[in-house]
C-alpha cells in the first residue's frame, strides 16, 4: 500500500484529504507544520507528500528546499489556495502543484500520476 504524508496546518484540509486518499486505497497519516513533516520523513518517509504553502513557521517552500536538500527523493504535490505560488523558482521543484479545493479529484488525479495506486 502507498503512503502519502499530507501537511497543512488547517485541520479540515487534513482531515477531508484523509478520507478521501483512503478512499483511494493510500495509507495517510498528517503532519501540521513544516517541522513535523521533515521529522515524519526522517523517521519512515512516506512514497508521496502533499504539501501545503502557507503555514505558520516554516511554510511549505522552505520545507520543500529541505526536502529536496535531503538524500531520498519523494514526490512533492504542492497544495495551496494561492495560485500565484507556481511563479516561484522554488515551487518547480515540487513534482506536482494543485491548488486546494474540497473536491480533490484533481489531487488524487496528480497522484495516480506520480506513484500510481
Known amino acids: 500500500m502507498k503512503r502519502i504524508l499530507v501537511v497543512d496546518d488547517e485541520v479540515h484540509i487534513c482531515e ?4 478521501d486518499l483512503e ?7 498528517v503532519a501540521r507544520s513544516g517541522k513535523e513533516a521533515l521529522s515524519s ?21 522552505e520545507t520543500l528546499e529541505r526536502l ?3 538524500d531520498k ?10 495560485s500565484h505560488y507556481q511563479d516561484n523558482y522554488t515551487a ?8 486546494k479545493s ?6 488524487i488525479h496528480e ?4 506513484i500510481g495506486t
Open 41 to 61: 520523513v526522517e523517521e519512515d518517509p512516506p512514497d508521496l507528500i502533499v504539501l501545503d504553502i502557507q503555514m505558520p513557521g516554516m511554510d511549505g517552500i
Open 23 to 29: 478512499d483511494e486505497g493510500y495509507a495517510v497519516s
Open 111 to 114: 497522484i495516480k500520476r506520480l
Open 73 to 82: 527523493h519523494i514526490p512533492v504535490i504542492l497544495n495551496t489556495a494561492y
Open 102 to 107: 474540497s473536491d480533490s479529484s484533481k489531487l
Open 68 to 70: 529536496v536538500g535531503g
Open 16 to 19: 477531508l484529504y484523509k478520507r
Open 92 to 99: 518547480w521543484q515540487a513534482d506536482g502543484y494543485v491548488v
